[in-house]
């Protein structure tokens, strides 16, 4: 009995520790309950609490003006801001909106239950939002109010995240692109405007530098006045390019000439290259220009056939002929016991007379043979100004007309004129056109009865000499050296140095029986690396 009061302290020293653990448990309980019910303290930011607050930011002057007039508690503002701000706007804001702005707008936004009665407290400051995030919001507002399907509003949602605001307008305002090339011209503009700056402070970099300006001022010039595909000039047709006319039907032959006249230029994207050929080789033709690409130079391929068919129907020959070589043995009638001599003279054929009703946007051309080799730049031709005078040729005196009296019939001629031959010439469209010399070819053709193929071709000896009576441009001689197909004779130092090589004869360099020590002028000028090359037998 004497114990008891002993024991009674020992077990009220027991329960304190008891009721303060109970008391813990109910804390730990409580605690995130007041969190989830927004009831904890205006100091700690939950992450449902910042992602409400990421949605409610673009609608802060919408939701002030609310606010003002009803003067209700938190309760009422929170419903009427669930009820205004649509469920897609949380993506719109997430990345516009910085952490330490979000978290300056929570504490303006502290519930009123926590602010002292006794205390004025000022309306919460007006947020304007930025017009991006305006016209964001609207868009998906517009969006959430259409009904769209749920995959397409995700979509959008990581379609804005990842780009921007602009992503919505630009899915809503998708048009086909019509003038893909003004626009290619626009974005390159741009690229080199950010560029130029710091090419133009590099040290040696004068000559890149004045190139790259004038460059970006040509297209901002083109552009100023073109605003569509449709407005754009046309390298074909642009007087400013110079064009080249070349008649083949061998794709080895044409691709060389080309290639050797664009290596020689300095400026080769100024170059227009239109290659007439047959139906047979128009898709050969067109294939192998389509996959090789000659420093920027503008290639067109042309159905000559069809062309012919289609828009010149008055001429009834529809066939390509190519230049025609005529062998030319020259007696001495004076002295016949001197030895024969021998020339082989390139002409024009009946096709070439058909070219300005083919390029009527044109005003002056170079006509190439294929079988010519350029090792100048041939730029300087289109400065030479030839008066009234229609073909620039290269004129052999040592073949007068007067020589030709069985060939050239009873039509009368200039028995002092010089022969000329094709190859490199120059020829002035209007003046053509002006002396009207295709009617007149025509006419010589009907004297001479041309009656089939053979015939025609045969004509076009006399024919070519004739119409071009008195019209030609004597060239300077060393522009083109002629008989590489069949001359063993010629100086290796005057082929280095002429300014085109002419292959004309029967060896051509890209057979077998071409004149080996003259090959090497022409393959050099051939496409490398290409699996159709490398099959060919002509590629050493």
Known sequence: MKAQPLLLPALKRRRGPRVAVLALVLCSLLVPLAFLFDRAPSGYVTTEERHR????????????????????????????????????SAGVIHQQTPDKNISKVIRQQTPEKTISKGSAVSPAPKVEPSDAVSDSTKVAR???????KADEVEKSKSCQLEFGSYCLWSIEHKEVMKDYTVKRLKDQLFVARSYYPSIAKLQGQEALTQEMKQNIQDHEKILSVSTVDADLPSSFSSPEYRHFVILSRNVLAASVAINSTVSSCKEPGYFAFHILTDAQNFYA???????????????????????????????????????????????????????TRMKYLSLFSHSHFVIPEIF?????????????????????????????????????????????????????YDPKSCAWMSGVNLINLDKWREHNVTENYLRLMKKFEVKDELSLRAAAFPLSLLSFQHLIYPLDE??????????????????????????????????????????????????????FMDECNVNP
Request: hydrophobic share 35%.
């Open 53 to 88: 607050q990421e949605v409610v930011l673009p609608l802060l002057d919408h939701v002030a003006e609310k606010r003002r007039p009803s003067g209700s508690g938190a309760d009422t503002r929170q419903d009427a801001l669930e009820k205004k701000v649509p469920g897609s």
């Open 478 to 531: 060393k522009l083109t050296l002629a008989g590489l197909g069949y001359d063993y004779g010629i100086d290796e130092e005057v082929a280095r140095r002429s300014a085109s090589l002419h292959y004309n004869g029967n060896m051509k360099p890209w057979l077998e029986l071409g004149i080996p020590e003259y090959k090497k002028y022409w393959k050099r000028f051939l496409v490398r690396g290409d699996r």
């Open 142 to 148: 517009d969006t959430s109010q259409e009904g769209e």
């Open 285 to 339: 033709m067109k294939h192998w220009f389509a996959r090789n690409s000659y420093k920027n130079a503008a290639i067109r391929v042309i159905n000559y056939e069809a062309i012919i068919l289609e828009k010149l129907p008055k001429y009834t020959i529809r066939q390509l002929f190519l230049p025609e070589e005529f062998r030319v043995l020259i007696r001495s009638i004076k002295r016949p016991t001197e030895n």
């Open 360 to 412: 009527k946007y044109l005003n002056k051309v170079v006509v190439l043979d294929d079988d010519v080799v350029v090792q100048r730049d041939l730029s300087f031709l289109w400065n030479i100004d030839m008066g009234d005078k229609v073909n620039g040729a290269v004129e052999l005196c040592g073949l007068k007309l007067g020589e030709m009296k069985n060939v050239l019939g009873k039509t009368a």
